[in-house]
C-alpha cells in the first residue's frame, strides 16, 4: 500500500518532496518526544528568551537568574556572541519563539541525520532516497535522550552539533575555503565545540584551523564592540564559574567531573585528579582521531572528539551529549559492513550498540533515585550507576571502529586546506 504512495511522491519536484518530507518528519519527532517523556514548557529556551529580553530592555545580561527546583536558580550562561544572535527573539512573542524554536530544531536534527546518513552510506543516497531515509530515521534520532532533550528545553546543542559536522562533512570534503567557519561559529555561541579544532590541527588541516580561530576571534571581536561590559565580564569571569550552570554532583550532569564529584560529595573533587584524568582522555581521544581519520574516516574521529568534549567539559548534562548520535550511527554502520565475517567484533560492536542505545534512550533519573542527597552513602553500585552515559562516552572514545573503505575518499596531503591521506586502518 505505501510503495505506490511513495512512487507518486517521488515523481514530485523536489521542493514538493522537500516540504512534504520535512512536514512529516516535524510530526513525526514531536510525536516521539511527547510519547517519551511528556512535553516540557521550552524551560531553558525561557531562559534565553527572558535574559535577552532584559538585556536589550538595559539591564545585564547575566544578572537574570530563573528559579528551578533541582538547581536553585539558573541563568545565561554562553557568551555575548550567542545572545547577539539570539536577540531577532526579542521582537516576536515567546508562544511564537517556541514554536519556531521546535520546528528549527526537528529540521536541524532531520539535516543531521541525511549528513550522517549520506556519509555511511554514500552520496550517491542523497540523489535517490536520501531524504525520505531522513523522514523515517530522525523520529527514531529524537528518541535519544540528549536530542530529546534539545527539543523539549528548547536547548541550542542540535544546531552547534550540525555546524561543526556540517563543515567537516561538506565544506571539508569540497576543499572550499570556507571550511573551518561552522567550527568557529559554533565555538563562538558555546565554547565546548571549539575543541573541534584540535581535530583539525592534529590531522593536519592548518588552514581550516585557522579558519576557525579566525572565524570565532572576528565574530568574538564584535560582539565585543557592541558588548564591551558582557564581553569582559564573561570572558574574565563567568567563564570559569561552574556554579551558575548548577550543581556538578547532580545525576544529570554527565561529565568525568560531574561523576566524581558524586563520590566526593560534599567536598569538591581533587582538581588535579580531574585534571590528570581529562587530559589523559583528551591526549588519548586526539590520538585515536587521528588514527581514525588516516584510516579513512572524518567522521569517526570528529566524534571520538566529540565525545572527548563531553567527557572533559566541566559540566556536560544529558541534552549536550548530541555527539551520541553520530557515535552511533558509526557503530551501526561498521556493525553492518562486518556481516558474514567471523570473529567477535561484530559482536562487541552490537553490545556497544545497543548499550549505548539503552543508557541514551533513558535519563538516569529512570534507574536512579531522585532524592539521594548523600551520595557518598549510597553505595558503590550506585555510584558506578550514575555514572553509566559518562562511562560508555570513555568506552567509545577508546574503541569506536572506523571503516575500512570509506565511502568519499579524503584529500591527498598536496590538497590545499587539507591534510593526510588515507593510511591504513585505524
Known amino acids: 500500500m505505501l510503495r505506490p504512495v511513495f512512487a507518486r511522491w517521488r515523481r514530485q519536484r523536489a521542493g514538493v518532496r522537500f516540504a512534504t518530507a520535512l512536514g512529516l518528519t516535524t510530526l513525526l519527532s514531536v510525536i516521539a518526544a511527547l510519547s517519551a517523556t511528556g512535553w516540557v514548557p521550552q524551560f531553558d529556551l525561557a531562559i ?8 536589550v530592555a538595559g539591564a545585564g545580561l547575566y544578572s537574570y537568574a530563573q528559579p528551578d527546583e533541582i538547581m536553585g536558580s539558573l541563568g545565561f550562561t554562553y557568551p555575548p556572541f550567542a545572545a547577539i544572535v539570539m536577540s531577532p527573539m526579542t521582537l516576536l512573542s515567546f508562544g511564537a519563539v517556541r514554536v519556531l524554536t521546535v520546528l528549527a530544531i526537528v529540521v536541524a536534527g532531520g539535516v543531521l541525520v541525511h549528513l550522517l546518513l549520506t556519509d555511511r552510506v554514500g552520496p550517491g543516497l542523497a540523489r535517490r532516497t536520501g531524504w525520505a531515509a531522513a523522514v523515517v530515521l530522525t523520529p527514531v534520532a529524537f ?16 544546531f552547534l552539533v550540525l555546524l561543526v559536522v556540517a563543515d567537516v562533512l561538506v565544506l571539508g570534503r569540497r576543499r572550499s575555503r570556507w571550511f ?72 544529570l550532569d554527565q561529565s568525568v567531573n560531574g561523576w566524581l564529584a558524586r563520590w566526593f560529595a560534599p567536598e569538591p573533587v581533587p582538581r588535579p585528579l580531574w585534571a590528570v584524568l581529562a587530559a589523559a582522555l583528551v591526549g588519548i581521544g586526539l590520538y585515536r582521531a587521528a588514527r581514525l581519520y588516516r584510516g579513512g574516516d572524518d567522521l569517526a574521529g570528529l566524534t571520538v572528539v566529540g565525545l572527548v568534549g563531553i567527557a572533559v567539559s566541566p559540566v556536560s548534562w544529558i541534552h549536550h551529549a548530541v555527539w551520541v548520535l553520530p557515535a552511533l550511527a558509526v557503530i551501526a554502520d561498521r556493525w553492518w559492513r562486518l556481516r ?17 542505545m539503552l543508557i541514551w534512550g533513558m535519563q538516569p ?55 593526510l591521506a588515507d593510511e591504513g586502518v585505524a
Not at 48 to 55: G, P
Not at 143 to 158: A, K, T
Not at 182 to 195: C, E, R, V
Open 365 to 419: 533519573t529512570s534507574y536512579i533515585r531522585t532524592d539521594i542527597d548523600d551520595w557518598p552513602t549510597a553505595g558503590v553500585v550506585t555510584l558506578v550507576l550514575s555514572g553509566l552515559p559518562v562511562l560508555w562516552c570513555v568506552i567509545a572514545i577508546l574503541v569506536l571502529p572506523g571503516r575500512r573503505t570509506p565511502g568519499v575518499p579524503l584529500p591527498s596531503r598536496g590538497a590545499s586546506g587539507t591534510g
Open 340 to 356: 558474514g565475517t567471523p570473529g567477535r567484533g561484530r559482536t562487541g560492536l552490537l553490545v556497544l550498540g545497543l548499550t549505548g
Open 143 to 158: 528518541m535519544v535522550e540528549s536530542l530529546r532533550e534539545n527539543l523539549s528545553f528548547g536547548q541550542i546543542n542540535v
Open 180 to 251: 573551518g567557519v561552522g567550527i568557529g561559529l559554533a565555538g563562538a555561541l558555546k565554547i565546548t565545540p571549539g575543541i573541534a579544532v584540535l581535530y583539525l590541527l592534529v590531522t593536519r588541516r592548518w588552514r581550516a584551523a585557522l579558519t576557525a580561530v579566525a572565524t570565532a576571534a572576528v565574530v568574538t571581536g564584535l560582539a565585543a564592540a557592541i558588548a564591551p561590559r558582557e564581553t569582559w565580564d564573561f570572558f574574565t569571569g563567568l567563564l570559569w564559574d561552574t556554579t551558575r550552570v548548577g550543581r556538578p554532583e547532580s545525576i
Open 48 to 55: 534565553y528568551y527572558r535574559a535577552v529580553s532584559a538585556w
